[in-house]
């Protein structure tokens, strides 16, 4: 597709299930980043990608995230254990080089835990 | 803790006004700045980039960065009720990281 495209687009799960949100770039964008929104609130940085390597994982938020990202092109970040304070859209991003550029967005991926 | 501050609103504009949305950013080494557009369920999308100090301009926005003051603006002239969004300011830390504020809520009033 032309742009981000991100899977599930919603998420229902419970407390202490494992989830999987996938993203697929642009394609030839090198610089792909996962970001979480709250609701109300601005976007937390959670991980960076350049290529398949992740030399930024600073923003993740404790040892039950992980992402992955393999071939240069598609993402999955994992939560195991999810509990309430996951509750989020999480939204995929990528942009075509190392260097600051535009960003463009999937349309997230909703994560509702009960 | 590198950030970047935004005043939450919401920012009230009659349909015609000029709305000025504001950002200031505490890290002296930003380089690069970005306006994002986010509507209500949707995801950001650009609206300005700016990089060097002063004014740039595309069609009815208008980016206003001043490194000295840390402080970058966004004037959206001849304001629609379609410019009735949340608006993001972001600045990189470093070659990669985009540090967002949290928004901004602007309403135009019909």
């Known amino acids: 597709g032309a742009g981000v495209s991100q899977s599930p687009s919603n998420k229902v799960t419970e407390k202490g299930k494992d989830v999987e949100l996938r993203c697929d770039p642009i394609?030839?964008?090198?610089?792909l980043y996962w970001y979480r929104q709250r609701l109300g609130q601005g976007l937390e940085f959670l991980i960076y990608?350049?290529?398949?390597?992740?030399?930024?994982k600073s923003g993740l938020p404790s040892d039950r995230f992980s992402a992955e990202r393999t071939g240069e092109s598609v993402s999955t970040l994992t939560i195991q254990r999810t509990q309430q304070e996951d509750s989020a859209v999480y939204l995929c991003?990528?942009?075509?080089?190392?260097?600051?550029?535009?960003?463009?967005f999937g349309e997230g991926s909703r994560l509702t835990v009960l | 803790q590198k950030e970047v501050e935004q005043n939450s609103g919401p920012l009230s504009v009659p349909e015609g006004a000029i709305a000025s949305l504001n950002c200031t950013y505490s890290?002296?080494?930003?380089?690069?700045f970005f306006w994002y557009r986010q509507y209500s369920g949707k995801s950001p999308e650009l609206i300005m980039s700016i990089y060097s100090n002063g004014d740039k301009e595309d069609g009815r926005f208008t980016a206003q960065l001043n490194k000295a003051s840390q402080y970058v603006s966004l004037l959206i002239r001849d304001s629609q009720p379609s410019d009735s969004a949340t608006y993001l300011c972001a600045g990189t830390s470093g070659t990669y990281k985009y540090i967002f504020g949290t928004g901004t809520r602007l309403k135009v009033l019909a």
């Open positions: 394609s030839g964008h090198t610089a």
């Open positions: 991003a990528s942009s075509q080089d190392r260097s600051p550029g535009e960003l463009f």
């Open positions: 990608f350049q290529g398949n390597s992740a030399p930024d």
């Open positions: 890290d002296r080494g930003s380089q690069s």
